[in-house]
């Protein structure tokens, strides 16, 4: 047998038989065979389809829910989302609570089958300025409660019979991060980002000029937040009679309506000095720090009104009961974000070295300097890893000629591109 060679009698390749594991399922008399490249096709295929239905057949889902809620209380989550996301202390603890909290309002709805004493969905807005972990928290957080979760952003959205996408795309962005799975797609979240860019042009601040199309959007957002069943087409062509459609109710779908809603601190400071006069910050010009510390103290006092005269519609507004906001982040923040969290940019540049036998080393200044570079950049941590990667650019490209043992130094200078960082000779391999 060995040396003869068959064909799949599935795909349909030649393969030469040096040994069994070729052609594992084979009669050499028929010649029928399957090799080893369809059984794993197929193998992968059951498997997955398996875990596919032992996680969401609906008995299933109950007690997923339950462990799942048993293994992610509160505090868990927060301690989790604390090992990536530095300062934003209110937010992570919003959050947890929110998630855990829309978990257990599908597990006491699967519970009471037929009552009707629903609890409410607590979808979230969250706001804060750019470059602050809104996306990266939500990202983390999904991870963690392992279920799908899809960023949409809201500004590409249009009311129905415009130009560009309808609200559905949300949603169909969610089924595709869900396997095309429909069950799964149903307890997903949902990241509308870039909120604050559907508000209502004719918001208190603005003079009244028509605003048909973002206020269309969130009119037709309105039923999706609160749950409803939408319809979509695979492929998002727009219903094509043809075309089959795709049905997700969206009633356990959490939503997370994000922005970095930007001049809302102004909307917050002249309500709350309308409500008691006595509160006033300095009428001298304010640094960046007090500029800084007057925004995050504003920030957290946002309530619904302010939302609405940003250019929310009331509707949308109720249907967000939980306002979760974040803060500006300081050099000391950014500082910190550079190295602490578990996938910190320096301890990634260090692991990508150490597997060409290099010790990176970035002194104190130099880090700092990367911090302050990110701060005039006014993207807060955003810019971080850019401005680190242009600096490494020639370091990355010229340590892989060699395997010797090396230590490369980052210094200040180099930060500030008045040197490149210096490689020098190591005596003992880099354990990676
Ligand atoms: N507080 C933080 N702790 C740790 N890392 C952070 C923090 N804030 C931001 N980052 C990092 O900065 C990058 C950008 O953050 P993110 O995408 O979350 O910004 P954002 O708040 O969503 O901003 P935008 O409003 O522009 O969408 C991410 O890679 C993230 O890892
Ligand atoms: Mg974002």
Request: glycine share 6%; net charge negative.
């Amino acid at each position: 047998m060995a040396g003869e060679s068959y064909h799949c009698s599935l795909c349909g390749r030649r393969v030469r038989i040096q040994s069994r594991a070729d052609m594992p399922v084979l009669d050499p008399n028929t010649g029928f065979g399957i090799c080893r490249s369809c059984i794993k096709n197929i193998y992968e295929f059951i498997e997955e389809d398996e875990k596919r239905n032992a996680r969401f057949n609906k008995k299933n889902f109950k007690y997923m829910l339950g462990d799942l809620l048993a293994k992610n209380k509160p505090h868990v989550i927060k301690e989790y989302l604390d090992e990536f996301i530095i300062m934003q202390e209110r937010a992570k603890k919003i959050l947890s609570v929110a998630a855990y909290n829309h978990y257990k309002r599908m597990k006491y709805d699967l519970d009471n089958r037929g009552g009707d004493d629903e609890i409410d969905k607590s979808n979230v807005i969250i706001m804060g300025p750019t470059g602050c972990g809104k996306t990266a928290m939500l990202s983390h957080l999904s991870k963690l409660l392992d279920i799908p979760f899809a960023v949409t952003d809201a500004s590409s959205l249009t009311e129905a019979g415009f130009v560009g996408a309808d609200v559905e795309v949300a949603v169909r962005n969610l089924y595709y991060a869900s396997g095309k799975d429909i069950e799964k797609t149903e307890h997903g979240i949902i990241y509308l980002d870039e909120f604050d860019k559907i508000a209502r042009k004719s918001g208190a601040n603005n003079s009244i000029t028509a605003d048909p199309g973002h206020e269309g959007v969130q009119q037709g957002l309105l039923k999706m937040l609160e749950g409803s069943v939408v319809e979509f087409t695979e492929r998002g062509q727009r219903k094509h009679p043809e075309a089959p459609t795709i049905k997700v109710n969206t009633k356990n779908i959490l939503f997370i309506c994000g922005g970095a809603f930007v001049g809302i601190e102004k909307i917050i400071e002249k309500r709350v000095k309308k409500d008691d006069s006595n509160i006033g910050f300095g009428s001298e010009i304010p640094s960046k720090e007090d500029t800084d510390k007057k925004f995050n103290e504003l920030i957290h006092q946002v309530r619904p009104e302010d939302l609405m005269k940003y250019g929310i519609i009331p509707e949308i507004i109720g249907r967000l009961p939980v306002i979760c906001t974040l803060e500006t982040l300081d050099e000391n923040a950014l500082l910190r974000i550079l190295t602490e969290p578990k996938n910190a940019p320096v301890k990634q540049y260090e692991k990508l070295l150490a597997m060409d036998n290099v010790k990176l080393e970035f002194e104190e200044a130099a880090l700092r300097q990367v911090a302050k570079m990110a701060i005039e950049r006014k993207t807060g941590a955003r810019s971080l890893k850019g401005i680190i990667e242009d600096v490494m650019l020639d370091v990355m490209f010229d340590i892989p000629k060699s395997e010797e043992p090396r230590r490369v130094v980052v210094t200040e200078a180099c930060i500030k591109g008045e040197e490149r960082p210096q490689i020098f000779p190591l005596e003992e391999n880099i354990s990676a």
